[in-house]
């Protein structure tokens, strides 16, 4: 079975300069102490919003004590408004940050959406990528052949997918990107919302791809602006508010409560 936990996960970006050093040491001696109290005892405290500052150093509590459960058969859609932290938690979740304060268990086989363009290699052309890509992820030769006919037939580039991808547009690299990131079939999927990049036509040939994919894993952890998407595609929503939950529940309800809150601003 599949499943995510965080218990009292907390993420704070670092930055190099005075007593950065120090002060995440103390974030970590004092993690269960609440930083919702103006001061605590180590001096560290609240500046506004997610930013924290202890003497001379700032920096931002990007994720803030989150607690949750995720279980197989769960899509998960994050909302929330920009900076509340929800690609820092995909992030999290992807292994790409780490962070001793709190815990992060993940049960189950990770794949993640986050950029279309990661892991092409500019000078190879489209097709040599996917079969690199391929034998990365360990296909054999006929599987290998079944990807590049299958991205092939997605991205429509025609004899581009024999050049170099240095010479495609932006959104040329991201069809082949899309195909590529969208083939294997992980049991926990993260997805970032650039998905939607792209031109009309392969925006609804990536949803239907994805729509696909999604069916396929055991948990789904997305984020988006597009309300319509969350609600067609996840079970439960997180309202996430200056690296916290500040709402956990099923989608309909919570996207609800997200917009009567937006009408009122
Ligand atoms: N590389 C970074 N270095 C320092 N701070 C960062 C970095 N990336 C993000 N932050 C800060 O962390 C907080 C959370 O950012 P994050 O990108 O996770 O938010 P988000 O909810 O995904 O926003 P958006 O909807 O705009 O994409 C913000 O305050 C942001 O300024």
Known sequence: MASIRLSDYSLVYPMFHGSARSFKKSLVRGVRQSLSASQRSDGVQRVGGNIVSQADTTMVLALDSLTLSIGSGERIGLIGHNGAGKSTLLR???????????????????????????????????????????????????????????????????AFLDLPVRLYSSGMAIRVGFGLATAPRPEILLMDEWFMAGDHHFQDKARERLTRLIEHVRILVMTSHSLPILRSWCTRIVWMKSGRIHQDGPADAIIDAYEAEQGQA
Do not use: C
Not at 95 to 113: K, N, Q, R, V
Not at 129 to 158: C, H, P, S, T, W
């Open 92 to 158: 999290a979740l992807a292994g790409i940050y780490e962070s001793p304060l709190g815990t992060l268990a993940i049960d189950g086989e990770i794949h993640a959406l986050l950029d279309p363009q990661s892991g092409m290699n500019p000078d190879l052309t489209g097709r040599e990528n996917i079969r690199q890509y391929g034998q990365m992820i360990g296909l054999d030769r006929k599987a290998i052949a079944r990807l590049e006919q299958d991205v092939e037939a997605f991205a429509e580039l025609g």
